[in-house]
């Protein structure tokens, strides 16, 4: 004998509501910039000698991290985590013990 499998309810329909898609480089807006901008800053460029992209990879690809990498983080992150509930411990500990100082020193004000 096969059990009967009960009717579900029907589902509402839920609308899907996204986010529009990002704007890639080249549909960004750019401000207009006057010829004397222009030139002031290209001078300033030119005075302090600096690239605006210099040594900067755009490239996507050595962004991937490595299996050693992530396990290199995680411990690292393991380490942060394993200080920060020590420190929080030591600080539960400090505000009861002080607490419990408290309360005993009520108690023998009130016993006098």
Known sequence: MVPRQQALPPMKQHRMISKPPLK???QLKKKK????DEEALRMVR???KTERFAGRDLDDR???A???D???EEKRSEKLAKKEDAEQLR?????ERRERV????????LSH
């Open 66 to 68: 490595s299996f050693e």
């Open 62 to 64: 050595c962004m991937e």
């Open 24 to 26: 890639q480089a080249h």
């Open 91 to 95: 600080l539960i500990e400090e505000d």
């Open 102 to 109: 408290l309360r005993k020193e009520k108690r023998q004000k």
């Open 46 to 48: 030119e005075m302090c």
């Open 70 to 72: 992530i396990i290199k």
């Open 33 to 36: 910039v006057s010829e004397e």
